[in-house]
C-alpha cells in the first residue's frame, strides 16, 4: 500500500492540550489519502487547531465524566462502519472498548500511543511513596490504580504500541511482556510554528546576582520536586540565591508534603506558584528565566522541555529515557539525579558567571529541536510507520 492510499482515524482525549499533537495529525494528513481527528473535548474553537487537511469530529453537547472512553469508541465504530480505514489510532487507551470488539474491522490496525507506563509507575513508585489508604482517598492516585489493568488490557488487544522513547520499552516490559515486534518508538514533536525560534532567543543573558528557575506542570514527587528543594535549600546556605517559579500548583496528592518541607527550608520568599497559562505568558517566562527545572521521573518525553529548548531556554533535567533521547549524548541539557544537587549547584553557579555555556547549550538545544522533532520531521516516522503497517497486511 502506498501512503497515498492510507486512511486514518486517530484520536486525541481533547484538543488544548494536543495542539502540537494535532498540528502533526495535520502534517501526515498532507502525506496520506485521508486523516480523521475524533476528539472526546471540543474545548477550544475549532478554527485555532488549523485543520485544513484533517476531519475533525466531536460529539456535540459535554462529554460526562467517566464516560469519555465509552463515546469515544462509539463514535469511533460509527465512523469504520460508514467508511473503511486502514489504521485506527489511540492515545493512552481511551479506545479499549472499540479495541475489545477489533475482531469486527478485520481490515483495520489497531494502534495506540503510551507516554508512561501505569503498571511499573505504581509498583515502581506510587506504591512505595504512599501509604496504601492514600490510594483511596485520593482521586489523582485512584485513577494511577486504575490505568493498571486498563493499559495492559489496551496493550494486548493494539495490534501496534508507539512509545516515545526507545528505552521505554524496558519499563513497558517488567510488569507486562510485549512482543519487540508489536513496540514501535516515534519521538515527541513541537509545533515551531507557535514556538517561534527568534534569532536572539535564549542567546544573550541579562547580568544578575542570582539564578532563576522556571518549573511546569504541577509541583510533585514525581517530578522530581524534592530534589528540586534541596537545592534550593543548599543554595540558601551558601549564600547563593536561586529563585524557582512554579506554574501549575502542586499536585493534590502531595500538597500537604511539599507545604510542610517549603516551609521547615525556609523557602517561601524564594518561590513564586503561578496557575496554569497560556502560550504568550509561557514564551515571556522562558525568556525571563536562566533555566528550565524538569527532572520528571515518570512522564513519556515531556513537550514542555521541547518548548523550552525551543525558545532557547537551557534545560535541567532527569537522565529519564523519554528526556535522555532529546540529548544522547548530553550536548546540551544539564542532566542530574536526586543526590546530585551539590554538584548540580556548582555547575549552575559556574555557567551563571560565565554565561558563554549556556549560550552554546542555548543554540545546539534549538538546533536540535529544529532538526528531529519538528512537526514535519516526525510526521515522516509516522508516514512510513503506517505504510510499513499496512504492506504487512497487503
Known amino acids: 500500500m502506498n501512503p497515498n492510499d492510507i486512511r486514518l482515524l486517530f484520536y486525541l482525549p481533547n484538543l488544548s492540550s494536543y495542539l502540537d499533537r494535532a498540528a502533526l495529525i495535520e502534517t501526515v494528513a498532507g502525506r496520506i489519502g485521508k486523516t480523521v ?14 485543520l485544513s487537511k484533517t476531519r475533525l469530529v466531536f460529539p456535540e453537547g459535554n462529554t460526562k465524566r467517566g464516560n469519555a472512553m465509552f463515546q469515544a469508541s462509539r463514535m469511533a465504530k460509527k465512523l469504520l462502519k460508514d467508511e473503511p480505514f486502514d489504521v ?76 516515545q522513547a526507545e528505552d521505554l520499552k524496558s519499563r513497558l516490559n517488567v510488569y507486562q511482556q510485549v512482543p519487540d515486534e508489536k513496540v514501535h518508538w516515534i519521538p515527541n514533536n513541537i509545533d515551531l510554528s507557535v514556538w517561534p525560534q527568534p534569532s536572539g532567543a535564549g542567546q544573550t543573558y541579562e547580568q544578575r546576582d542570582h539564578i532563576k528557575l522556571l518549573f511546569i506542570g504541577g509541583v510533585s514527587m514525581a517530578k522530581g520536586c524534592d530534589s528540586l528543594l534541596e537545592l534550593l535549600s543548599l543554595a540558601r546556605t551558601r549564600g547563593c540565591r ?9 499536585a493534590s496528592a502531595d500538597r500537604e508534603h511539599f507545604d510542610r518541607k517549603i516551609r521547615d527550608l525556609e523557602l ?33 518525553s515531556p513537550r514542555v522541555v521541547l518548548e523550552a529548548l525551543a525558545m532557547g531556554l537551557p ?5 529519564h529515557p523519554g528526556i535522555r533521547v532529546l540529548d544522547p549524548e548530553e550536548r546540551f541539557i544539564l542532566f542530574t539525579e536526586a543526590g546530585e544537587e551539590e554538584h548540580l549547584l556548582e555547575q549552575l553557579i559556574r555557567e551563571q558567571t560565565g554565561p558563554d555555556h549556556r549560550v552554546l547549550r542555548s543554540r545546539k538545544g534549538q538546533e536540535e529541536v529544529g532538526h528531529r522533532f519538528s512537526s514535519e520531521a516526525v510526521a515522516s516516522q509516522y508516514v512510513d510507520f503506517y505504510t510499513r503497517l499496512c504492506r504487512l497486511e497487503d
Open 242 to 250: 536561586i529563585e524557582l517559579t512554579a506554574v501549575g500548583g502542586t
Open 268 to 300: 517561601k520568599p524564594f518561590i513564586h506558584f503561578m496557575p496554569r497559562t497560556d502560550r504568550t505568558r509561557l514564551v515571556r517566562l522562558f525568556h525571563e528565566h536562566d533555566w528550565l527545572y524538569h527532572a520528571s521521573l515518570l512522564e513519556g
Open 88 to 163: 485506527v489510532h489511540d492515545t493512552f487507551g481511551h479506545l479499549l472498548p472499540l479495541f475489545l470488539g477489533k475482531s469486527r474491522f478485520p481490515n483495520t490496525r489497531f494502534v495506540t500511543s503510551l507516554h508512561n507506563f501505569a503498571a511499573w509507575d505504581f509498583h515502581e513508585f506510587h506504591w512505595r511513596h504512599y501509604s496504601w489508604h492514600r490510594f483511596f482517598s485520593n482521586p489523582d492516585l485512584r485513577q494511577c490504580v486504575l490505568r493498571v489493568p486498563l493499559q495492559y488490557l489496551i496493550c494486548r488487544t493494539a495490534d501496534r504500541i508507539v512509545l
Open 37 to 50: 481527528l475524533l476528539t472526546s473535548k471540543m474545548d477550544i474553537d475549532p478554527d485555532e487547531a488549523k
Open 315 to 319: 534545560v535541567i533535567a532527569s537522565r
